[in-house]
T-cell receptor
Framework: GIQVEQSPPDLILQEGANSTLRCNFS?????LQWFHQNPWGQLINLFY???GTKQNGRLSATTVATERYSLLYISSSQTTDSGVYFC????????????FGAGTRLFVKA | KAGVTQTPRYLIKTRGQQVTLSCSPI?????VSWYQQTPGQGLQFLFE???????NKGNFPGRFSGRQFSNSRSEMNVSTLELGDSALYLC??????????????FGSGTQLSVL
């Protein structure tokens, strides 16, 4: 089946720093989404981005579907950005199946 | 609009028992999917329902089952619980995007502990 790899697995930042998280996938996908899981376990949808670039405040994402990767940029990081960031790809197999990467664990220090 | 509601939030069971978890999707969403999250295996897809029909299923044993009702609410059931079933169970509701994909919105999850 399709493989989704995220890097780096762990990241520690000083507040105010910028970072780039990467997601590689092994086959063609229908869509790609980025999620943030907060320390209480809640998964928040950050971007639905099958291709192209989107921005939302300090966050932006770019997916290059033809090269099978996506990037999530976090600028001017804040302590509230801490948590785990997941990339998830959607594949059409009968209905839709969403496959998650292992995540990038981010800790932002004050 | 109210978000995805999962109940209960926490559950403690013993081996061999069965458990039923509930998920109410966002109003208007007809697709519901379920995921298991564990420290060792990460987030794994369980199954997806649309209009009361299971459209897709992940690689889990038959002890894991689900259903969806006509109001789009969904339940999942785990029979004959094992210690390894201890996990956070997440439900997501979704709606179709342009291009055919589904954008997922998650509930807060049910933390199941099997003793």
């Amino acid at each position: 089946g399709i493989q989704v790899e995220q890097s780096p697995p762990d990241l520690i930042l000083q507040e105010g720093a910028n970072s780039t998280l990467r997601c590689n996938f092994s086959d063609s996908v229908n869509n790609l989404q980025w999620f943030h899981q907060n320390p209480w376990g809640q998964l928040i949808n950050l971007f639905y981005i099958p291709s192209g670039t989107k921005q939302n405040g300090r966050l932006s994402a770019t997916t290059v579907a033809t090269e099978r990767y996506s990037l999530l940029y976090i600028s001017s990081s804040q302590t509230t950005d801490s948590g785990v960031y997941f990339c998830a790809v959607g594949v059409l197999a009968g209905g839709f199946k969403t496959i998650f990467g292992a995540g990038t664990r981010l800790f932002v220090k004050a | 609009k109210a978000g995805v509601t999962q109940t209960p939030r926490y559950l403690i069971k013993t081996r061999g028992q069965q458990v039923t978890l509930s998920c109410s999707p966002i109003s208007g969403h007809r697709s519901v999917s379920w995921y298991q999250q564990t420290p060792g295996q990460g987030l794994q897809f369980l199954f997806e329902y649309f209009s009361e029909t299971q459209r897709n299923k992940g690689n889990f044993p038959g002890r894991f089952s689900g259903r969806q009702f006509s109001n789009s609410r969904s339940e999942m059931n785990v029979s004959t619980l094992e210690l390894g079933d201890s996990a956070l169970y997440l439900c997501a509701s979704s709606f179709r995007q342009q291009g055919g994909g589904e954008k997922l919105f998650f509930g807060s999850g049910t933390q199941l502990s099997v003793l």
